[in-house]
């Protein structure tokens, strides 16, 4: 069991982490290059229609190769982890439906539109599929993320005990859930942080060879704007996600911080040893004497929330979940024969199913995500994202100051931030997913309980087969990019 659930999350975060290197690029350039194509509609000047060809053929590329990874994730939801698609599909499968029926065909067909509709419609029209194209992808993404927001925090629905299966109540509560607002707004923002600095990067290379050169300047004064506004709007979003957490999933919040023990005055880690007053406590609760709780408060002592709710050890909570599923064994087994004791059973099932999930946990100390990796992924990707941001407010610098072409210093460090945002992208994405496990679906049902009833080596074999294809595909985006990057001549 261990090893078929090491290498099925295992095969998932690898198709995830590659899927994340293409998606965040789609949305960010989709924007770039939409603006640029309505700059060429405004102002009729060909410089923009010319522009704005060049990063959708870049856009087109990124766009094809993406589509084969982010299929393959939502199949290994079936593959892998039958139970947990038996367990809450009809609540989880909604979003991913109308993903694919709405928001992907949408997309699709604008694509078609506008990567051969120019001279064919007018100029007002293509533009239009262009945005259309964008806001298709924007809107896949929303659905995408609708359904992992459900698993962070799980609502709108209702377990049906005769069924196994949970139900979806309220389809509005599911898509519009509160978490699922904020993960939207700082996951396509953070994709507008990737597309702008790819824009900057490459321009920057042009800048640094001396070619295209007012093409390359005009596109880091564009994508420097776009990359700014995501990374304002990423760090707000950032703030209310740490609310949310906080109230949500305290344990991940506990482990990105290193918090053993909880306080009212919380301090927020720089490095270990280097911490900030309060700051955590504010960030967690907006209020500098907020109650943040630790490792030891979740797992065995139990507290009181911020909001004066009493909260239950984890410890209370497996032993809670027992109970449930003890009275949910006797449920299953006397509904047919024994409809009182059936009754019964499902009535102490009812008094303690709020624990249900931790009824698989086979202790508190398994509440505990990898506490480093969640550690330190979070405070890389807010360096990398810094180092981002610094390097759009010097690009608009140093266009209004008219010294854009020639420093080279600047170029480079364009270059080096390319690398820094994909970095911080996945390192959000450990954050996220790591820190809450040992949860599928969070409070609801551990990752050990979803899996499918597969060989290891099945498993390991089709890992292996899709690491492959994986790594060819991105090295032939790669190479494609960078020969059309190569060969264009402005």
Known sequence: MNELLFLSRFQFALTACYHWLFVPLTLGLGIVMSVMETLYVRSGDDF??????????????????????????????????????????????????????????????????????????????HCTSTWLTVIGATI??????????????????????????????????????????????????????????????????YLLRGRNLEMAKRSIKVAAIVGLIGSLGCMGAGDASGVDIARTQPMKLAAAEGLQKGSCEAPFSIVPGVEIPHMLSFLATHDFNGFVPGIEDITRLGYTSHQSEEVLSGEAKIAEGRLALEAFKRYRQLRQSDPEGAAQALADF??????????????????????????????????????VVLIFLLALWLDYKKRLESSRLFHYGALLALPCVYLAGQCGWIVAEVGRQPWAIQGLLPVNAGLSSLAPTNVLATTLIFAVIFTALLAAEIRIMTRAIKDHQA
């Open 48 to 125: 923009w229609k010319r522009t704005a060809q060049f990063w959708q053929k870049l856009f087109g590329i990124n766009f094809a190769v993406g589509v084969a990874t982010g299929i393959i994730l939502e199949f290994e939801f079936g593959t892998n982890w039958s139970n947990y698609s038996w367990f809450v599909g009809d609540i989880f499968g909604a979003p991913l439906a109308i993903e694919g029926i709405l928001a992907f065909f949408m997309e699709s067909t604008f694509i078609a539109l506008m990567f051969f509709g120019w001279g064919k419609i007018s100029r007002k029209a």
């Open 140 to 205: 896949s993404a929303w659905w995408i993320l609708v359904a992992n927001s459900w698993m962070q925090n799980p609502v709108g629905m209702e377990f049906n005990p005769a069924t196994v299966r949970n139900e979806m109540l309220d389809f509005f509560a599911v898509a519009f859930s509160h978490t699922a607002i904020i993960k939207f707004a700082h996951t396509v923002l953070s994709g507008w942080m990737t597309g702008a600095a790819f824009v900057v990067a490459v321009s920057s290379w």
């Open 350 to 387: 009812n008094a303690h199913k709020a624990y249900f999930g931790y009824g698989y946990l086979e202790n508190a100390d398994a509440l505990v995500p990898n506490v480093p990796i969640v550690y330190w992924s979070f405070r890389i990707m807010i360096a990398m994202g810094s180092f």
